[in-house]
C-alpha cells in the first residue's frame, strides 16, 4: 500500500465542495458547476495513480474545473451564435446572498481570463505564481488580467447597485 498520498475518497471529501464553489464562480450557474465538478471528480477517480503523485492534485482538479467551464463557455456561446440570438442571458443560480448574487453577475460580464484569475486568486486563495504554473502564462500577464478583471468587476458591481431591480419594484 502507498504511502503517497491520500486515497481518492479522502481527496474527493476534502476537495469536492470547493471545486464546485469554484466551478459556480466561473459559471454562474450552480448545476452547471455541480456537472463540472462531477466530470472533473470522473477524470481524476479514471487518472488517480498519476493525479494522487502530482504536486497538488487539487491544482489538477481545478485546471479540469476550469477548462470545462470554458469549454461550455465556448459551446454555449458557439450554439447562442448559430441560433441567431445571443441574447446573453444564462440560467441564474438559486439566491444564496445578495453579495454572492451580485459578485456572479458581476463575474459574468468579464472576459474568460479576468474571471479565471479573479476566481483563482480570491475565492481558490492562490498566489500570483501559482496561477501562472496552472494557467501556463507570465506572472505578469496573470498580474495584469487581475488588474484589469477587479476595475471591469468593481465598474460592473457599481452599475449593478445604480439599476438595482428586484421583486418589490415589479409587483
Known amino acids: 500500500m502507498s504511502t503517497a498520498g491520500p486515497s481518492f475518497d479522502e481527496f474527493y471529501a476534502g476537495t469536492a465542495a470547493r471545486i464546485v464553489r469554484h466551478a459556480y464562480a466561473l459559471t454562474g450557474d450552480l448545476d452547471d458547476a455541480r456537472d463540472i465538478a462531477q466530470e472533473t ?5 479514471q487518472r ?6 502530482c504536486d497538488s492534485p487539487e491544482a489538477w482538479v ?6 470545462l467551464a470554458v469549454n461550455r463557455w465556448r459551446r454555449a456561446r458557439i450554439a447562442r ?7 446573453g442571458t444564462a440560467t ?14 458581476g463575474l459574468r460580464t468579464l472576459p474568460q ?13 492562490l498566489p500570483v505564481q501559482q496561477i501562472a504554473a496552472e494557467l501556463g502564462c507570465p506572472a505578469g500577464s ?30
Open 48 to 53: 488517480w495513480s498519476s493525479v494522487s503523485t
Open 81 to 87: 451564435l448559430l441560433a441567431g440570438r445571443d441574447t
Open 41 to 45: 471528480f470522473a477524470r481524476a477517480w
Open 92 to 105: 441564474h443560480a438559486p439566491e444564496i446572498s445578495t453579495d454572492t448574487v451580485a459578485l456572479v453577475a
Open 113 to 125: 481570463r479576468q474571471r479565471t484569475v479573479l476566481v483563482l486568486y480570491y475565492l481558490a486563495d
Open 142 to 171: 496573470v498580474k495584469a488580467w487581475l488588474s484589469r478583471g477587479r476595475a471591469a468587476l468593481a465598474a460592473a458591481v457599481r452599475a449593478d447597485d445604480a439599476n438595482p431591480t428586484s421583486e418589490a419594484s415589479h409587483a
Open 62 to 67: 481545478r485546471r479540469v474545473a476550469t477548462n
